[in-house]
């Protein structure tokens, strides 16, 4: 291990502390803890979101999908900026007029019922917590390939590392590691951009050229099909990642750190604009990979191609570019983590401890403390699961979270906003359906069968054809909030109906000034 | 279940108006949502939403199909850049306007927004 990278990760550490120390001064009621007081900018919370969301797989994994498979990288990569207009049309503004903490809150707007809470927030711990395995097996693969520290090492030094900052700072500390995290991210990828282009002389059209004469797949490079085969196939990966965004929790909760709808829109906005310009270069970077690094030298750092990043860093700055990415690969990791913690314990802390058991009388040093022991809590399952995942694909876990997401939350999400009709039952149903079925579609799939051994956990053919099961896990989810609302309307006892208050307030955001002061 | 149904009924806070702020400003959401102001800005708002949805939810998964299942994109424009290149990073552009054109219209509904609630005020 070079000492720059020593250097590098010492500064990230102490960057995070003092970050933490200045925000543990700020953090002293529940209120911002869960959501830093909401009083974030538009363009901070742009950048927090930008932070939260563009994990080590947008980084390495892009640069790296791209350099393997070159035309094929597009089909991880646009949907995640489309699935922000998702949020910014249907989801951003409702859930800041309705919501406060938690998503509990904005779907319990509507239906006051424990168990619609109750289920929620179980829900959110859930995606939460396979959200965070992917993140964490992520670094554990990471740093050895980095770095050459051992995988357990890696896992326990980064869950350490967020968890001090998450525990003394809460959300403030996490929303400025995930802004600071952002801009080293983009700062990084522009000064990696203009190395790389310099290489091609700034002639964009070369680069195709030239990566194309650098892969055995030779013209086929440049044209769709290398990696993905069947449309449908990529229909259903790109249906579970344009909607899964928008049912993730931690990033739907950043929504709740800024002051009203109009701040919440514009933090859209900004995270949309930063991860264009970010995608642009990530396309260029990988081809320039493919030419300058070569695709034998990737494929023998890593068959996922996830050190294409570091190694074109190495080419063209040496030990100190390579010290650099292998930094904000860090810095990416630790935001990331932090932001999926943070999220998992509130909806312990407030839905399950404050409003379920303590019927929302728990004392501000109550919820303080219980907060910080389910971050606690949360970090040690998903440490624990992730050392025996370690030889598990990374990208499956991330899209399985994005999936859950897509077809649990998201259905009821719409619903409660849109539809008059919905119920407390629909609600429960869709969640519950989405959350189960999914992992029922992915169990019986190709991700846990195949019938080359070695390719997949057991041999066998799969009875569910399709690796990512969007295509039907979504319409299921939301067939389900259809079905159960129907049940839930033939009762004798009416439901209660305050859609007439609910529909006000997401469209006019009239309450939400009552929820500033959190 | 029935009988928890109507206690939790029972417990919740009124549903015809709530307070609003700190400034104990209150509204009768039925009224607002009865009236035509608000059924127009409602109609409106649907109307562009589901469409711009509609719009590029298809410009996105169409992409998959027609690079994945056709060959109409696969004619070369300059030099080694094809149509399947020009419509995938068309996303990005696609994206800006389709976001420039909902902040505009965000803003008008703000406009209409304000004013609906000036008029309910209680």
């Known amino acids: 291990m070079n000492i720059s990278i020593i250097i590098m990760f010492a500064a990230i550490t102490l960057m995070t502390l003092f970050v933490t120390y200045y925000a543990s001064k700020k953090t002293k009621t529940a209120g911002s803890f869960y959501t830093a007081g909401g009083g974030l900018t538009a363009r901070q919370n742009g950048l927090a979101l930008a932070g939260d969301f563009m994990s080590a797989s947008t980084f390495l994994g892009l640069i790296g999908a791209f350099s393997l498979n070159g035309y094929d990288g597009f089909f991880l990569m646009y949907p995640a900026l489309i699935s922000f207009l998702v949020i910014l049309f249907l989801v951003a503004e409702p859930l800041r007029n309705l919501g406060k903490y938690t998503l509990g809150d904005m779907i319990t707007s509507r239906y006051r019922y424990k168990q619609v809470r109750g289920v929620t927030a179980v829900n959110t711990i859930v995606i939460s917590i396979f959200y965070m395995l992917g993140q964490l097996v992520a670094a554990g693969a990471l740093f050895k390939l980095l770095l050459g520290i051992p995988y357990n090492v890696s896992v326990l030094f980064v869950g350490i590392t967020m968890l001090l900052f998450v525990l003394f700072g809460g959300m403030t500390a996490t929303s400025w590691v995930q802004i600071i995290k952002a801009i080293l991210l983009i700062g990084g990828t522009v000064v990696l951009f203009i190395l790389a282009m310099f290489q091609f002389n700034f002639n964009f059209l070369s680069v195709f050229t030239e990566a194309k004469t650098a892969t055995p797949f030779g013209e086929n490079f440049l044209n769709p099909g290398i990696k993905y085969k069947s449309s449908l196939d990529g229909i259903s990966l790109t249906l579970g990642l344009l909607l899964g965004t928008a049912g993730l929790p931690h990033v739907l909760v950043r929504f709740l750190t800024v002051p009203d709808g109009k701040t919440a829109r514009k933090s859209v906005v900004w995270l949309m604009w930063l991860m264009g310009l970010f995608h642009v270069m990530v396309i260029f970077l990988g081809l320039a990979a493919t030419k300058l690094v070569g695709t034998g030298k990737i494929i023998e750092a890593n068959p996922a191609g996830n050190m294409a990043a570091p190694l074109l860093a190495q080419v063209l700055g040496g030990g100190f570019m390579f010290a650099f990415v292998s930094a904000v690969s860090f810095a990416t990791i630790l935001a990331v983590v932090a932001g999926i913690v943070i999220t998992g314990a509130t909806a312990f802390s407030h839905d399950l401890y404050n409003e379920i058991f303590k019927n929302g009388k728990a004392t501000e040093k109550q919820q303080m403390f219980m907060v910080r022991i389910a971050s606690i809590a949360i970090t040690a399952i998903a440490i624990v699961f992730s050392l025996f995942l370690q030889q598990f694909n990374v990208a499956f876990l991330s899209t399985l979270a994005m999936t859950l997401a897509a077809s649990s939350n998201l259905p009821v999400i719409l619903m409660t906003i849109y539809w008059r009709k919905f119920n407390k039952t629909g609600a429960i149903t869709g969640m519950l359906v989405g959350l189960f079925g999914t992992i029922l579609l992915v169990v019986i799939g190709p991700n846990f069968w195949s019938p080359v051994e070695g390719q997949a956990l057991f041999v066998g053919k799969p009875i569910f054809p399709l690796a990512s099961p969007g295509i039907v896990s979504i319409p299921l989810g939301f067939l389900a909030c259809y079905i159960g609302t129907i049940i839930g309307n033939r009762k004798v006892v009416k439901q209660p109906d305050n859609y007439d208050e609910i529909l006000v307030k997401a469209q006019t955001g009239s309450d939400v000034g009552g929820v500033v002061n959190h | ?122």
């Not at chain 2, 009924?9 to 949502?33: G, L, M, R």
């Not at chain 2, 589901?50 to 424009?77: D, E, Q, R």
């Not at chain 2, 505009?104 to 609906?116: G, S």
């Open chain 2, 1 to 122: 279940m029935i009988q928890t149904d109507e206690k939790v009924f029972v417990e919740q806070p009124s549903i015809k108006s709530t307070e609003y702020s700190e400034n104990k400003t209150t509204f009768d959401y039925s009224s607002i949502v009865k009236s035509d102001h608000f059924k127009k800005m409602c109609k409106e708002k649907t109307v562009f939403t589901v469409s711009y949805t509609i719009f590029y939810m298809l410009y996105s998964l169409l992409l998959p199909y027609l690079a994945l299942s056709t060959n109409l994109l696969n004619g070369k424009i300059i030099g080694e850049i094809s149509w399947a290149w020009i419509y995938a990073i068309s996303m990005i552009p696609m994206s800006f306007i389709v976001c420039s054109i909902y902040l505009k219209k965000a803003d008008y509904f703000d406009k209409e927004a304000k004013k609906i609630l000036e008029n309910q005020e209680v």
